[in-house]
C-alpha cells in the first residue's frame, strides 16, 4: 500500500462543512462593501519581488524572513503574495485607475502566503479580505472605512470587537521620532534580541512590534510616536478623532502600535477580539499616502485594511447553524422506492436543480426509511416522497418536516414545488 501525501505544514483544507461561513462572509462582504461604494478587483497570487521590496519595505519581517520567493525561468525572482495591497496599487497604477475617476475604491478576497510559525488561526497559506481607498486624505475618510468595517464585523456576528487606533505620522516627523527612539536604546542593546539590534539600525520603528518579552518589557518606557507628531499629523489625527465620534464608535488610542509594514504613515488602526488569545487581532490597516508614488504612479493619497479570513471564521460560532442552513444543506430530498419512482426522481431532481433548488436523491434504491434517515442527516426542511401510489395518482408528497406537515403536489408543477420550497407560498 503507498503511502498517502498529506497536506503541507501551515496550508489548510476548507472542507466542505465550513465554505458555507467562508461563502457567507464573502457575501456580507460584497453587500456592505458595495453600498460604501467600493468595487470589487482580483489580483494575481504571483507578483515580482521587487514589488513586495519597494511596497512593504525591506526591513521588514515580512520581507527579510517570510515571503516565498523563486527564481523563474526567466531570470526573474518572483513572490507569492504576503499581502494585498502592493498588488493592488499595482494595479491601479499599471491600468490607470486613477485617470477613470479621482476616488477609487476598491476590495478583493484571496489567498496569501507568509513562512511563519503555524499556530491556532494562522497558517503558511491564509486569506484575507482586502479593501482599499484611494485618492482623497480627509481624516473623515478614515473614520468612514473604519465605520464599513466595524459595520461588517458586526454583520457576520463577531462578538465585542475592540477598536485600537494610533498615529505614525509622515515623512517630516518620522525622522524626529527615529532619533527619539535611537536615543533610548543606545546603552541597552544587550537586553534586546538579535532582530531587534538590527532594526535599531535599519528601522528602530519594528521594534515595537516585537514579540520578544525582554524586548516589549524595555520598550514600556520608550517614547511613543504621538509625542513627535508635526503640526498637520497631529491636525489630521484629532480630525481622524472627531469623526469616529460622530458614529458614536468606542475606540482606545494605542500609542505604541504600528503595524507591521513600512508603508504606513498617519492613521494606523487594528481591531482586536480577547477570543483568540496572544494573537488576537481580527483586522488592521492604516494611511499609506506615499505609497502609490513609490510604486512608480502619481502623487495619490491612500488607506485600507484587511481582515484575516481564518481567525474571523474560527470567531463566528454564533452563526454556524444559520450558515451550514443558507449554505450546507438541500433545499429538498427526494425519496424515491422502486425503479419507476427513481426515474421520475431523477428527472424531477434535476428540473428543480435548474430552477435553482438545491435537491438531493439516493441513488442506490434503499428502504424508506433509510432515505428519510439519510433526509435527516442533511437536515432537509423538505422531503418529497415517490412510490406507486404517488405514481398511479401522478402526484408525489412533499412534506414540510419542520412544521410535520404534507400535501400532494403533481410532479408536472416545478415553480408550485419552487415557491413552496421558497417560502413564497403555503404547502396545501
Known sequence: MKETINAIRGFKDILPRETGQWQMVEETARQVFSAFGFNEIRIPIVEKTDLFKRGIGEATDIVEKEMYTFLDRGDDYLTLRPEATAGVIRSYIEHSLHAEDAVTKLYTFGPMFRRERPQKGRYRQFHQ???????????RIDAELILMLMHFLTAVGLAGPKLEINSLGCKECRPVFRKMITDFVRGKEEGFCPDCTRRMQTNPLRIFDCKVETCREIMTSAPVVLDALCGACRDHFDRFREALTIFNMPYEVNPRMVRGLDYYTKTAFEVTTELLGAQNAVAGGGRYDGLVKDLGGPDTPGIGFAIGFERLVALMQAHD???????????????AMGEEAQGMAFALCNKLRLEGIRTEMDYAGKSL?????RADKLKCRYTMIIGDQEIANNQATLRDMQESRQAPVGFHQIVHIKKVIKGEKPLD
Open 129 to 139: 479580505i482586502d479593501a482599499e481607498i484611494l485618492g482623497i486624505d480627509d481624516p
Open 321 to 335: 447553524e444559520d450558515c451550514r442552513c443558507r449554505h450546507g444543506r438541500p433545499d429538498l430530498f427526494i425519496a
Open 369 to 373: 426509511k433509510s432515505q428519510m434517515k
